[in-house]
């Protein structure tokens, strides 16, 4: 069963940045596709970003030059900086992950989420 567990949301000033982590339960030096996705209030979800097992990245256009995404393998960890934060990039963030394939791909294995809320 893969588990993946987000954390590092919380409260930011617009124009900060903040680092989100998911630990993976499952061997990162294999085959699969991850992701950081988000879900604004009163919005669908939607993608943020994605990385390959081999490390290559796709980004929204509304976070393109602002958010990195990035994995440590060793540390079975996915993460997302975030800079230049923006009220619009409030939202709960999950992690997310599909085994065996390359992106793009539907996801199939989800966190709970990290809440990040962006003041003015």
């Known amino acids: 069963q893969v588990q993946l567990v987000e954390s590092g949301g919380g409260s930011v000033q617009a124009g900060g940045s903040l680092r989100l982590s998911c630990a993976a339960s499952?061997?990162?030096?294999?085959?699969?596709?991850m992701g950081w996705f988000r879900r604004a209030p009163g919005k669908e979800r939607e993608e943020v970003a994605t990385?390959?097992?081999?490390?290559?990245?796709s980004y929204a256009d509304s976070v393109k030059g602002r958010f990195t995404i990035s994995k440590d393998n060793a540390k079975s960890t996915l993460y997302l900086q975030m800079n230049n934060l923006k009220r619009e990039d409030t939202a709960m963030y999950y992690c997310?992950?599909?085994?065996?394939?390359?992106?793009?791909?539907?996801?199939?294995?989800w966190g709970k989420g990290t809440l990040l809320t962006i003041s003015s």
């Open positions: 997310a992950a599909r085994l065996g394939v390359r992106c793009p791909s539907l996801m199939n294995y």
């Open positions: 499952f061997n990162m030096y294999g085959s699969y596709c």
């Open positions: 990385i390959d097992s081999d490390g290559s990245t």
